[in-house]
């Protein structure tokens, strides 16, 4: 491995940030996030893709959530340490040499591809408020770790979404006339699960087809007909709903215990 010639003089903090669109500011504060999904696979490509592209300089790169860096990068023990948002991982091609222009030789159209390839790609951007607090973890089931497993199994370990059960609430209401056990937030990047669904006689599997269910909406975004409405759930999102394994057992056993749940507190 050479000596490095393009490396600063000052080999102190050289952070960057990069001019990012009116759209995708946030000012928002990320709390610490555990559950972020990294696809190690897609971070090895894209650190490899940059040592390749940095004459020398051993690169190590680390993906974070957090807006306020969506490119970051500093010289640290003759090491390049970058840190990127997670958008970048399964950015196209183009967008991965331009990153690589850009933090190694602060190449301007390459800031300018960036720029709105962050700007189209605002939706990704966490917009979690910092009052919502995760609470994966129910009484009697593990949301978390039923995510995992999905996630491991149908989506290549490849949706960072967040998960979480929904609030309780605590008022007399009348008996429901329908509920969603299920949603999933975009803007958020969070599944929510309907409370209901965290007690004893509610088998796992079917907390599961609903989680799946929600999974699928943050895989496969909503595609609009050409009369602009939007279709929430495509052949493709029906397709990939069916490869879940307990899916007919799933639909049986919300038929058997709807009743149930309505009535449920
Ligand atoms: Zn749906």
């Known amino acids: 491995m050479g000596r490095a010639k393009s490396l600063p003089p000052t080999a102190g903090l050289t952070a960057t940030a990069i001019r990012i669109p009116e759209s995708a500011q946030l000012n928002l504060a990320y709390p610490a996030s555990p559950q972020l999904f990294v696809h190690e696979g897609a971070r090895q490509s894209l650190e490899r893709r940059l040592n390749m592209a940095s004459a ?110 929904g609030k309780r609430s605590h008022s007399k209401l009348p008996v429901r006339q329908t509920i969603k056990l299920g949603s999933y937030s975009a803007a958020e990047r969070l599944i929510r699960i309907h409370p209901v669904l965290d007690k004893g006689w509610v088998p796992r599997y079917f907390v599961a087809s609903i989680l799946h269910h929600e999974m699928l909406h943050h895989a496969i975004p909503e595609t609009r007909e050409s009369e602009g409405r939007a279709q929430l759930h495509p052949p493709e999102f029906r397709a990939r709903e069916r490869e879940f394994r307990n899916f007919e057992r799933s639909l049986a056993w919300e038929r058997g215990h709807i009743r149930r749940l309505l009535q449920a507190r």
């Open 56 to 165: 020398g300089v051993p690169v190590a790169l680390s993906i974070s959530d957090n807006t306020a860096a969506m490119i970051s990068h500093r010289y640290e023990g003759g090491i390049l340490r970058v840190r990127l948002h997670h958008m970048f991982l399964d950015a196209p091609g183009e967008v991965q040499l331009a990153l690589a222009r850009y933090i190694l030789r602060d190449d301007r159209e390459a800031s300018e591809l960036l720029s709105r390839y962050i700007g189209s790609n605002g939706h990704r951007v966490m917009r979690r408020s910092r009052h919502i607090k995760l609470n994966p973890r129910g009484k009697h089931h593990d949301l978390f770790e039923i995510f995992q497993e999905l996630n491991e199994r149908y989506f290549d370990s490849e949706v960072d979404a967040l998960v979480t059960w």
